[in-house]
């Protein structure tokens, strides 16, 4: 039997003082010094902690935000001096998407590596915009998937990028042939360059140590080659090659043969001459995987469907890093679609065009969390892209004004190897983790199956249409 997937983790704790959501605000004045004061209760110790903090004061624009909230402090002090306050730097991590708690909790992962325990239940909302617009169906939460989460059984999670034969040929030995080759990777993951409005931290050789630890891979711009590994990697660099698939600029110089030749896969942006392209380095490196990248504007599905039908084998769908089509915004006119949408037209396109399993869909863009992962694969990708969850990892605020020059609140020009390593593989780890739970409550022990399986989601809109629908009318799109 294989060995079973594993990623080793240890925890790598925060550099900078953890922006939590509450504080205390402790109005001392009339304080009755009480003997049993409220403050020495905290289960959480978190007024001494403070204390201490403040004692040892190294970052004046960090406040002590660390309190979780149980309220016991506050409710219990004989003289109501304490209150319970949300940070207002919490408050403005992120955007509309790219929620605070969604940075918090990857902050988490990335310090332990672990599932994300909220406590008490979650108390949130039961649906909402994109993705919290789907659920996943845990009705199948018994043996033997249960088995697969606790180790004693093997819940898969390896996909392949490549076309897939649709019947065997086979050679005058009788040995089957495969016209094109197939990468496996342990994880319906890889990791895509960074949008063009997150250019300040040069993330790509911790990055490429990362996914050569996870064996995943990472889409690298060739126009940073070879400035995007450090020294000693490059001293190695057959090890990290084969991790790394070249995004080939146009404007930039091609890395040479001999280089592109020990990586896997390659990606190139899609163009009218994109077919001859593909010919031209198959006639070089025939074994070389290659996919093409389509942005999903308001012809994208149609394109990404037309290059499937020319034979195109890998198909990497890019919307906005919010996950919405990308083109103009105007909301008046109309709501731009979701990337899960996007990527469940292509998806049944491609079924009733009967090529399904001749392309391999990665689908980017807005995939935040690791139930993301899955409910993209459930729409219909192979596997996803994503890179803002690894910049997260660091501690970022995913500022909306970040861009080369600026001051950055998460001092990211400082960042040290070991510990931008650490937290990147961690926080990949964690998701691993999550994505095995998630199968192992649909009762899926293979992640390929979990592609277009749209019995296993419920959508919001679905019922809201057949429930609502006929007594208030439709609100689809015609
Ligand atoms: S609210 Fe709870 S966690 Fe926060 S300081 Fe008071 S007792 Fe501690
Ligand atoms: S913390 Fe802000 S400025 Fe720094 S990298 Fe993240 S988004 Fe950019």
């Given at each position: 039997m294989p060995e079973k997937y594993h990623i080793k983790t240890t925890p790598v704790p925060p550099r900078l003082p953890r922006i939590g959501k509450y504080g205390i605000v402790d109005w001392r004045e009339d304080c009755a010094r009480c003997h049993n004061c409220v403050k020495k209760a905290c289960v959480y110790d978190r007024h001494r902690q403070e204390a201490e903090y403040i004692r040892n004061?190294?970052?004046?624009?960090f406040l002590f935000f660390e309190c979780m909230g149980c309220f016991s402090c506050v409710q219990n002090c004989t003289k109501d001096l304490l209150c319970l306050t949300i940070n207002s730097e919490y408050q403005r991590l992120g955007n509309h998407y790219w929620t605070p708690e969604i940075i918090h909790i990857t902050w988490q992962q990335a310090e332990t590596a672990a599932v994300p325990v909220s406590g008490a239940g979650y108390r949130g909302k039961f649906a909402g915009q994109g993705f919290d617009a789907m659920w996943t169906d845990m009705s199948e939460i018994v043996r033997p998937t249960r088995d697969g989460i606790h180790g004693r059984e093997y819940i898969s999670t390896s996909v392949d990028i490549g076309k897939k034969p649709s019947y065997l040929e086979f050679d005058e030995n009788k040995k089957t042939v495969f016209p094109s080759s197939i990468v496996d990777i342990p994880m319906p993951m890889i990791v895509d360059m960074n949008p063009a409005e997150y250019t300040l931290a040069r993330l790509e050789p911790l990055i490429i140590e990362a996914v050569r630890f996870t064996d995943l891979i990472a889409i690298i711009d060739s126009a940073k080659w070879p400035g995007a590994v450090n020294e000693s990697q490059m001293a190695d660099i057959d090890k990290y090659l084969p991790h790394i698939a070249f995004?080939?600029?146009?404007d930039a110089p091609e890395p040479p043969i001999e280089i592109l030749s020990k990586t896997r896969m390659v990606e190139i942006p899609d163009n009218d001459a994109v077919l001859d392209r593909i010919k031209e380095l198959k006639k070089t490196i025939p074994e070389l995987v290659i996919s093409i990248r389509v942005n999903l504007d308001a012809t994208g599905v149609q394109r990404a469907v037309e290059l499937a039908a020319a034979g195109v084998e890998v198909i990497h769908v890019i919307a906005d890093f919010n996950g919405d089509e990308i083109g103009p915004k105007n909301e008046k006119l109309a709501k731009p679609r979701f990337v899960k949408e996007m990527i469940r037209e292509i998806h049944t396109t491609l079924i009733k065009d009967g090529i399904r399993d001749e392309v391999t869909v990665i689908a980017g863009s807005g995939i935040a969390l690791p139930e993301h992962m899955a409910k993209a694969l459930l729409c219909g990708a192979d596997l996803i892209s994503t890179y803002l969850p690894l910049l997260i990892?660091?501690?970022?605020?995913?500022?909306?004004?970040?861009?080369?020059g600026i001051f950055c609140p998460a001092r990211l020009e400082e960042i040290d190897f070991e510990y931008g390593v650490g937290r990147m593989r961690n926080l990949i780890a964690a998701w691993h983790l999550q994505l095995i739970e998630l199968m192992g409550a649909m009762g899926?022990?293979?992640?390929?199956?979990?592609?277009?399986?749209?019995?296993?989601a419920m959508f919001f809109e679905e019922l809201e249409e057949e429930i609502f629908g006929t007594l208030f009318g439709s609100k689809k799109r015609v």
């Open positions: 004061l190294k970052y004046f624009d995004h080939l600029n146009p990892s660091l501690e970022c605020h995913l500022c909306e004004t970040c861009k080369p899926m022990r293979e992640a390929r199956r979990l592609r277009g399986d749209v019995g296993r």
